[in-house]
Each structure stands twice: as C-alpha cells, then as structure tokens.
C-alpha cells in the first residue's frame, strides 16, 4: 500500500549508497509522490530516478548554496508543498547540510519525517570486527595534516570505537597520521560497500598503512574504523 504524502512535510530520504536493490518501497513511493525532490547532485539523483522510472521535478540543494535554496523550500513547504531531501547517496544529513533545511523547516513548525535506509557508517562498523557497542563518527577529518592530526587527537583517549570518511585521494595520508597519534592500534578500512567491489581490509594501523602505499588504485569512498584506546 502506497504512504500517504502529507503536505507541506519534508521528507527525509534515505537513497543506495551503491546497490540500488537497498532502495526501500517507502523510500520510493515518497519519491514517486512529493511535489518535489531537493538534492546534492541532480544528475546523480536523476540517475537514481530514471533507473525507477519516478518522474518527480528535481531542484539542487548543497554545500554551496545551501542558505539560499533553504529559504526557497521553506516557501515551497508554506505553499503547501511536499519536499523530499537526498543526498548523493545515503542518509541526508551525514557529512553533508541537510541539517540547514531540517532547522529551518522545524523552526518554522512544518514537519519533518524520514525514510530511514542505506548508511555508510554502521556498515562499516558491523564489518570492521571492532567492538560495536559504543562508537564515535567523526566525518570527514581536515584536509591539511597538521589540522588533521589536531582533529584526531581529540580522541586519543577515548573508550570508543573510532570511525572516519575519507577520499581515496587521502587514505594513505590518514592512516600514517592515525599511526601517529594513535599508536598501532586494530583497524579497519572499507570501500565500496554493496557494490561489486566491496573491499574491507583489517588489522593494526601499521599494516593498513602498507597496504594503502602498495595498493596504487585506490577508488570508491572510504570508511576507516579505529579501536578505541
């Protein structure tokens, strides 16, 4: 049975972060049945889209515009609208601003509602091996080593187990960071998760930063996991 839309509600939605068979039923009658969609990339979305045949204007909604375009939905929603917000791939709100539209939304008193689905982060954390009982997503670090090891020394006596994004671009440089100021502890690193290509490598900093230096063709997103102390 096809959900009911609700006017002027925002709908947060949950899309694959690689096999689109993780879609969910309600996540695709939500898409199917709002006025419009606001997302990070609308040529990623409407590939999204097109593969499911949902027809569904697209409008942009990203870091970089953001305030601007947060003000235009909470129009829309006051008109009446339905608004269904996306991101790339995943849960809207992790590591990207969903939560400018979520404040302003609640600020004004619309609802808001999700379609819980697909995440990164407690995929990574299952298949890691490391204890899943307490953890702390930190997001992506600073690009600049030396921010970078001033952002991950805030945990370096923390109990939890530690999880990070990062880009294929900088994996080899955060894992020799991470071996500097957390010692070589039990680690993990995961790429490509759902897709054909899943990767999850596992063992003491130490060698995850050899294998990062060895393995030249690092592609996907990645997910790298750390024992707490």
Same mark, same amino acid.
């Given at each position: ?218 592609? $996907? ?6 024992? $707490?102390?």
């Amino acid at each position: 049975m096809a959900n009911e839309i609700e006017a002027s509600t925002l709908y947060l939605v949950a899309t694959p972060i690689g096999n689109l068979g993780d879609i969910t039923l309600r996540a695709l009658d939500i898409l199917k049945g709002v006025d419009i969609i606001a997302c990070e990339d609308t040529r990623t979305t409407g590939r999204l889209l097109k593969h499911f045949e949902i027809e569904t204007p697209k409008t942009p909604f990203h870091e970089h515009n953001k305030d601007r375009a947060a003000a235009k939905l909470i129009e829309r929603l006051a008109a009446g609208e339905s608004i269904a917000l996306v991101s790339d791939a995943g849960t809207p709100g992790i590591s990207d601003p969903a939560y400018v539209l979520v404040r302003e939304a609640v600020a004004a008193g619309f609802d808001v509602t999700t379609a819980p689905g697909a995440t990164a982060v407690i995929p990574a954390l299952i298949l890691s091996g490391l204890p899943v009982h307490s953890f702390t997503f930190r997001g992506f670090p600073p690009r600049k080593p030396g921010k970078r090891k001033r952002f991950m020394e805030v945990d370096v006596a923390s109990p939890h187990t530690l999880l990070f994004y990062e880009s294929p671009h900088r994996v080899k440089a955060f894992l020799e960071n991470a071996l500097e100021v957390y010692g070589d502890r039990q680690a993990a690193v995961i790429c490509e998760i759902t897709k054909k290509f899943e990767t999850v490598e596992r063992g003491l900093l130490s060698e995850l930063a050899v294998w990062a230096n060895e393995d030249a063709d690092l592609r $996907g997103e990645f997910v790298i996991v750390i024992a $707490g102390q």
